[in-house]
T-cell receptor
Framework: AQSVTQLGSHVSVSEGALVLLRCNYSSSVPPYLFWYVQYPNQGLQLLLKYTSAATLVKGINGFEAEFKKSETSFHLTKPSAHMSDAAEYFCAVSDRASGYSTLTFGKGTMLLVSP | ETGVTQTPRHLVMGMTNKKSLKCEQHLGHNAMYWYKQSAKKPLELMFVYNFKEQTENNSVPSRFSPECPNSSHLFLHLHTLQPEDSALYLC?????????????FGPGTRLTVT
């Protein structure tokens, strides 16, 4: 069975500071990993994905994540936070490369950005 | 229209009403999903359809009835709901064939049961 743990339900940063959102996963097979962002009253938008190619994955809006197999982690980072980054972020894992996917989501981390 | 669309965006219904949520994807995908997102709870997968066939039903109460007439459309029929069913209902789609398994989400329907 797969699982995802996101450390910290809320993370607060100042504008311009480094953003670090933590995600650890459990999977019995090589995983496919995703980060999604959700703005208030909207659906989830795919930020980036890891699919067993490069371990450092770049996504939209300046975000990137690094897959570390030894640590079973896939932390999301952004060098400099912007006010518009305030949203909820979800890490997800899938074990399927073909057929329909079943994503297991973490509980989410709310990112708060202060001026 | 592009991506995944959902209508209505907001719905208020009484416990004795019958209503339906609609989802349409314009991505050429073959798999579609319904999720429930409640406050302070993880995303809950409700139903999965792959090539119009229901492949997963995660112990969802029978007051929720999905319908998938083709690979582009997905409905969620609601009847005799309870207040605890108030939530954001999200639809998603994925290729359903080879690929990395990412899903693309619609904006959701905010449902309030009174």
């Amino acid at each position: 069975a797969q699982s995802v743990t996101q450390l910290g339900s809320h993370v607060s940063v100042s504008e311009g500071a480094l953003v670090l959102l933590r995600c650890n996963y459990s999977s019995s097979v090589p995983p496919y990993l995703f980060w999604y962002v959700q703005y208030p009253n909207q659906g989830l938008q795919l930020l980036l994905k890891y699919t067993s190619a490069a371990t450092l994955v770049k996504g939209i809006n300046g975000f990137e994540a690094e897959f570390k197999k030894s640590e079973t982690s896939f932390h999301l980072t952004k060098p400099s936070a912007h006010m518009s980054d305030a949203a909820e972020y979800f890490c997800a894992v899938s074990d399927r490369a073909s057929g329909y996917s079943t994503l297991t989501f973490g509980k989410g981390t709310m990112l708060l950005v202060s001026p | 229209e592009t991506g995944v669309t959902q209508t209505p965006r907001h719905l208020v219904m009484g416990m004795t009403n019958k209503k339906s949520l609609k989802c349409e994807q314009h991505l050429g995908h073959n798999a579609m999903y319904w999720y429930k997102q409640s406050a302070k709870k993880p995303l809950e997968l409700m139903f999965v359809y792959n090539f119009k066939e229901q492949t997963e039903n995660n112990s969802v109460p029978s007051r929720f009835s999905p319908e998938c007439p083709n690979s582009s459309h997905l409905f969620l029929h609601l009847h005799t709901l309870q207040p605890e069913d108030s939530a954001l209902y999200l639809c998603a789609s994925s290729p359903g064939t080879s690929g990395s398994g990412e899903q693309y989400f619609g904006p959701g329907t905010r449902l309030t049961v009174t």
